[in-house]
């Protein structure tokens, strides 16, 4: 039988992008490898980024929205260099392919792992496991503004950002939130806004979200501000579940989750579009990193388990976890990069999870 082929659009983009992206590569060649030939990637790499701007003048070629939806899923390294504006090259490659692609799910773990120490106490002695779930098209993200009146001079130009929520945008992420949480453990959603200060749109959020929540009787739901969720990630921990909320706040406290599972490195995530009309995007939530590109020692760990979230998405459930596993074993044997309190670097930190899923096929 032919093996089942996943095609993926390798985007590496900047900075430690590319060292990352080939790490998670590897480790997926491998899976496909020991599957006996019931699947294998196909893989395309796409030079778009900074680097393709100072070539270009654009962040990504013009047909590049049309050459991707012909993918199975696009796997993305990191966006931004000092050459380009952050405005600029965010919105010229990942969000113009989020927004475009309707990658309305960002699904980010927070994962706490073996070896690596948080700067949290309470996670020494309890048992933390919790998921972001980002609202990933519109919010306070949505691009809807301007800038004007800069004829009148310096000081006076007037600048708007209008953040966009409709009750189509929050039901199908609340939904989203409260199908995932049917799935764990501890069934509750969390959902997080600042109502008593923005009283149009996340009013309307929490109207949503009360009415949403009638349809999972059988999981638990709280509603907290985003300065009191702060500290609950802090302070409570052990309480979250599924925590739900628009694109920055769900940004800002996943960014929050991450350090406190030990650095930015070892987060993962997904911007999905559920209804597959458009394939979905897999990454690293950490930056490009400059100051620590080209040096080999970035921590590949986010971008791996990115990997697995996409093998989740192809249906590969039980390589999915045995990627999970497998990054386990290499932390627990110490196999640890720097921003984790290590001396391994990105290679060495690759093949012990790799070694981990080759032992993990061998008969004790």
């Avoid at 491998?30 to 196909?42: I, K, T």
């Avoid at 309890?126 to 980002?134: K, P, S």
């Avoid at 809807?144 to 000081?155: A, C, E, I, K, V």
């Avoid at 490009?288 to 921590?299: C, H, V």
Wanted: glycine letters at 10%; one cysteine or more.
């Amino acid at each position: 039988m032919a093996p089942q082929t996943f095609t993926i659009a390798s985007i590496p983009a900047d900075g430690v992008g590319k060292e990352v992206v080939a790490a998670g590569r590897r480790v997926l060649d491998v899976l496909a490898e020991q599957s006996g030939g019931r699947f294998a990637f196909e893989w395309e790499e796409f030079p778009w980024g900074c680097g393709y701007y100072e070539q270009t003048g654009k962040m990504m070629a013009d047909d590049g929205l049309d050459t991707l939806k012909a993918f199975d899923a696009i796997y993305f390294g990191a966006v931004g260099w000092e050459n380009v504006p952050d405005h600029i090259s965010l919105w010229g490659l990942r969000l113009n392919i989020t927004q475009n692609f309707d990658q309305w799910a960002n699904v980010r773990p927070v994962k706490f792992l073996p070896g690596v120490q948080s700067p949290l106490r309470k996670a020494d002695d309890t048992e933390l496991d919790w998921v972001v779930v980002r609202e990933n098209s519109e919010g306070e993200y949505a691009g809807l503004g301007g800038r004007n009146l800069s004829g009148r001079g310096p000081g006076n130009e007037v600048a708007l950002q209008t953040a966009l929520f409709t009750e189509k945008g929050c039901e199908r992420i609340m939904r989203f939130a409260f199908d995932l949480a049917r799935t764990r453990t501890v069934k509750k959603v969390s959902s997080v806004t600042k109502s008593n200060a923005q009283q149009y749109g996340m009013v309307l959020w929490d109207d949503v979200f009360k009415r949403v929540s009638l349809d999972y009787p059988d999981v638990a739901t709280e509603s907290v501000l985003v300065d009191a969720m702060s500290a609950k990630f802090i302070l409570h921990p052990e309480e979250l579940s599924v925590v739900v909320a628009s694109n920055l706040n769900a940004d800002i406290l996943s960014d929050l989750g991450s350090a406190l599972a030990g650095s930015l490195g070892v987060a993962a995530s997904a911007n999905l579009n559920p209804e597959r009309r458009f394939p979905s995007m897999f990454e690293p939530v950490h930056g490009s990193a400059p100051d620590i590109a080209g040096q080999g020692i970035s921590n590949p760990i986010g971008a791996i388990a990115s990997a697995a979230l996409m093998l989740d998405h192809f249906g590969l459930h039980d390589e999915a976890r045995r990627v999970e596993a497998a990054i386990e074993a290499a932390t627990a044997s110490g196999a640890l990069t720097r921003d984790i309190g290590g001396t391994s670097d990105t290679a060495a930190v690759t093949e012990a999870i790799v070694h981990a899923l080759q032992t993990a096929l061998t008969p004790a």
